[in-house]
């Protein structure tokens, strides 16, 4: 493991060279937000709406619409739990569903109220549609050639820009717009803010998909590989994140008559609406990006003192922005 830090170390160094020259001559540096901002558009890319799942609930107590975009992850991440979303949502099986569950610093869950949550009473399970898939734990994480055979991306040695490696892998990077973690056989999806995951019973039990949850919270990294990883929360978090924490063990709602009803869950191809969502992400492998990463881990703008010289990889969140649809 040393000679490969001692790797990314050089190539880290031969990366920012250039960098710390030209810091010499400048006073004033652009906020992460600004450079987003300005990036050009070969820098976006635009996300299918087939991997959209768009989650409307009941109007809040003023009568304002709540809609939650997720996107889901790319192949070859969580694919047999997400050909299991896609039939629940074309079976519109989570249709008069609900949020079952709010737990402070942690997730917000939904689905069948009585799955989860045998303490309410309710034992019932509502029917899921025929012809779901069975995964494995081992689909957790993705099974690769030893890193060490594998030329490091230099995406990978700036998103790990402190270079004393991550607590959970060991190495982290941004790869198709998405966090991923690496060990020397395997890589898999990371649990940050706004990440959308698969909740089970235990082991050997992995969900069907039918139950999810998204993080609120500190970034879970104990569950990175415990749990499948199938997407994340675009745009609406705030209608989760804000909702009254329950009271019940694990955050469920003792009292069925604060679970927030869920009216639909649909593919964003599936939508009678034009035009439908549309969003795009920066390309993680663009300039554009390593450039945001650096002044997210580096923070020169007015109101820092000091550059921290490192992020967490949850704290270089992917931009996704809402676009016009075609």
Request: with cysteine.
């Amino acid at each position: 493991m040393n000679k490969l830090l001692s790797i990314a170390s050089l190539a880290a160094l031969a990366v920012s060279a250039p960098a710390l020259a030209q810091e010499t001559e400048k006073t004033e540096y652009p906020s992460p937000n600004a450079i987003v901002d300005t990036a050009p558009a070969r820098d976006w890319v635009k996300i299918s709406p087939s991997d959209l799942l768009v989650m409307d609930l009941a109007p809040d107590a003023e009568g304002n619409a709540r809609r939650v975009v997720i996107q889901l992850m790319p192949k070859p991440f969580s694919q047999g739990w997400i050909r299991n979303i896609r039939k629940l949502a074309a079976a519109h099986w989570w249709d008069g569903t609900s949020i079952n569950r709010v737990q402070d610093n942690y997730v917000v869950q939904w689905g069948d109220a009585g799955y989860d949550n045998p303490e309410s009473g309710e034992t019932e399970q509502k029917a899921l549609p025929e012809g779901l898939e069975i995964m494995t734990d081992r689909q957790y994480e993705m099974i690769q050639q030893p890193v060490a055979l594998i030329k490091l991306p230099q995406n990978m040695v700036k998103a790990r820009e402190d270079q004393r490696g991550d607590g959970y892998a060991t190495w982290v990077r941004h790869k198709q717009g998405w966090p991923i973690g690496s060990g020397r056989f395997s890589q898999w999806p990371i649990h940050c803010y706004g990440a959308v995951g698969v909740g089970r019973n235990l082991s050997p039990d992995t969900g069907s998909g039918a139950e999810l949850y998204t993080v609120i919270g500190h970034a879970p990294r104990h569950l990175d590989r415990n749990i499948a990883v199938v997407g994340r929360v675009i745009e609406g978090i705030e209608h989760l994140s804000s909702l009254p924490r329950g009271k019940g063990q694990l955050g469920f709602y003792e009292d069925a008559s604060k679970r927030v009803p869920i009216t639909s869950i649909r593919l964003g191809e599936a939508l009678a609406e034009d035009p439908s969502p549309a969003f795009e992400y920066l390309d993680t492998e663009s300039e554009a990006f390593a450039q945001y990463a650096d002044a997210r881990a580096n923070r020169r703008d007015p109101f820092f003192i000091k550059p921290a010289g490192g992020a967490d990889i949850c704290n270089i969140p992917v931009p996704v922005r809402r676009v016009s649809g075609e």
